[in-house]
């Protein structure tokens, strides 16, 4: 279940004190931006279960402890794409069905009208001569987590400075950059990188992740973790003061979700960026974790559906 909601647009404020894990900090305490997401998104629960669409919130200790451990449990065995001699490098489906395709002793589904490019970003020469209406970005960010657990291998924010996004865009194209909470890294995407794209003046969007009951993953204030993640949007222009024709895009929407068991899965965003592309458009999504029909993939980490365990469930 997806949700969406336009919130008023707030000055960030930094935080002066960190506050302990599940701490009830009163709400005019907080950051001007969690207070406003807070809000709203108490106000998109409230709907949803007044629509029947979420389980009751009041659950056992137990059942918070466990957190739903059988779909985490699946989750871990799900392993990625490899690239090995054995497997092909780039991978289409022309059809208007999903296809089952082998490799070795593996057996995938490929969703309708999908390519993909098993392969990291050095490789990105593959798509030359496409051009995109827009492009969805996850990079594989450094975090203490992914160091820790040493998941797989990360980038920097300047690794992504000679990705050859003018070339690959349609005039107006949607670029959309999934990202961490690191102030510094939203800074630099903001102030450094999206400018070397060409792409000026960026909104930002939150995912805010809830369990099944509506309650959010992690408190709002735990200075750890948040419940939420960020994207940047912003459209790809040779000028920062064109005037453009295509429709603006809103300011600080809010996505609200429950999120996939498998580590780093984003929502699926085709839906809520209709309104902000072309009709029939041309998508392209770099360092992909799963394939989505008409779309372009290129990542090294494609997560294998084989035949036996494509029904993954969800937290």
Request: some cysteine; charged content about 25%; hydrophobic content about 35%.
């Amino acid at each position: 279940m997806y949700a969406l909601m336009k919130i008023l647009q707030n000055t960030c404020e930094k935080k002066t004190k960190k506050h302990s894990k599940g701490k009830d900090v009163p709400l005019s305490k907080r950051t001007l931006e969690d207070k406003s997401i807070f809000e709203n998104v108490t106000s998109l629960v409230q709907n949803a279960r007044d629509l029947g669409i979420l389980k009751p919130p009041e659950i056992s200790a137990q059942e918070w402890f466990e957190n739903n451990s059988e779909a985490r449990a699946a989750a871990k065995g799900v392993s990625y794409l490899a690239i090995d001699n054995a497997t092909p490098s780039e991978f289409h489906n022309s059809s208007n069905h999903s296809a089952v395709m082998t490799f070795g002793s593996e057996m995938y589904v490929l969703p309708p009208q999908a390519t993909f490019h098993l392969c990291d970003i050095s490789n990105i020469v593959n798509l030359k001569g496409q051009k995109y209406d827009l492009i969805v970005l996850d990079p594989p960010w450094k975090n203490k987590s992914v160091r820790r657990q040493n998941r797989y291998e990360t980038l920097c924010c300047e690794s992504l400075m000679d990705l050859p996004i003018d070339d690959l865009s349609h005039p107006e194209c949607l670029i959309v950059m999934w990202m961490t909470n690191n102030s510094k890294q939203l800074n630099y995407i903001k102030e450094v990188l999206f400018p070397k794209w060409k792409v000026f003046n960026p909104v930002s969007w939150h995912w805010v992740k809830i369990t099944q009951g509506g309650n959010l993953v992690h408190p709002i204030d735990w200075h750890h973790k948040k419940p939420y993640e960020n994207l940047m949007l912003g459209r790809v222009s040779k000028s920062e003061r064109k005037t453009s024709s295509v429709k603006g895009i809103d300011q600080n929407k809010i996505i609200l979700s429950i999120p996939s068991s498998i580590h780093s899965h984003k929502p699926p965003l085709i839906e809520i960026l209709k309104p902000y592309i072309p009709e029939n458009a041309n998508c392209l999504e770099i360092f992909a974790r799963y394939l989505l029909p008409n779309w372009t993939s290129l990542g090294n980490e494609i997560y294998e559906e084989s035949i036996g365990i494509v029904k993954i469930s969800v937290f």
